[in-house]
């Protein structure tokens, strides 16, 4: 028999091994989309930072560059306006209206802000005069705003304002409320309101200056910053504020 030849003899084939495919469309799709919903959701987060910082951060950083914080008001530097309450005409209350007033006021002095609450809500419930309206939505408006519930103040406020709106008190705590929520130029009016109408309160003047340099018056502001000086010597925040405005003023 024949010997096949070496050279000829018939080899196993190789099994045919494919590359990996290193490009994983699924994957990469996958990662894509993972990567556009951190994207978006990363753009979200930065819009509300922007927000939330003009809206609360942006006046407070504005007032420590300035130098003026700390001429913010709260319920101990406007007591002498908050815990009086003074109608706009000088037509004296009944005596039922007086007595009430004095009640609320020492329940003021005295800090109970939810009992001010409690019984100006239930004064309200009932038959009032224009003036007793008032008086009561003062009061109530008045605790809202030392609690720090703004809005509700501003709400009771502005009824206040409607019945009475040449009264000094009422437009100086609207232009607090604004204030106190970086709205400077809401604060304004009420501001100017307050000053024409009680002219020989230095707070009142403090808070016009403030407003004012927060909306870029320069010249207003050290107006009313010099006037509130004047009114009250003793009171270094007003000096710290011409300094802080500068030689420019």
């Known amino acids: 028999m024949n010997e096949i030849p070496k050279d000829t ?5 190789k099994p045919q091994t494919s590359k990996p495919n290193l490009f994983n469309y699924e994957q990469v799709e996958k990662s894509s989309k993972r990567n556009k919903i951190v994207f978006i959701v990363m753009l979200i987060a930065l819009i509300l930072g922007v927000v939330v910082f003009a809206q609360w951060g942006y006046p407070k950083l504005k007032s420590q560059i300035t130098g003026i914080e700390g001429i913010n008001f709260n319920a101990d530097s406007v007591s002498n306006l908050i815990n009086e309450y003074i109608p706009e005409t000088n037509i004296p209350a009944g005596n039922e209206s007086t007595q009430t007033l004095s009640e609320f006021q020492q329940l003021m002095q ?13 004064q309200l419930s ?5 003036q007793q309206q008032a008086e009561a939505r003062y009061w109530l408006g008045a605790s809202h705003y030392v609690n720090g519930s703004y809005d509700k103040a501003e709400q009771e406020l502005q009824k206040v304002l409607a019945i009475e709106p040449e009264n000094p008190q009422v437009n100086y705590l609207l232009a607090e409320i604004n204030w106190m929520q970086g709205d400077s130029a809401t604060c304004l009016p009420y501001a100017q309101k307050a000053a024409e109408l009680q002219p020989n309160f230095a ?3 403090a808070i016009l200056g403030s407003c004012s340099l927060n909306i870029g018056d320069r010249t207003a502001a050290t107006e009313a910053f ?7 010597p003793d009171n270094q925040n007003y000096q710290r504020a011409l300094d802080a405005i500068g030689p420019n003023r």
């Open 203 to 205: 707070e009142i003047y």
């Open 226 to 232: 010099r006037k509130a000086l004047e009114l009250n």
């Open 126 to 130: 009932g038959q009032l005069t224009d």
């Open 9 to 13: 003899a018939p080899t196993a084939e």
């Open 110 to 122: 005295a800090g109970n802000y939810s009992e001010v609450i409690s019984k100006a809500e239930q």
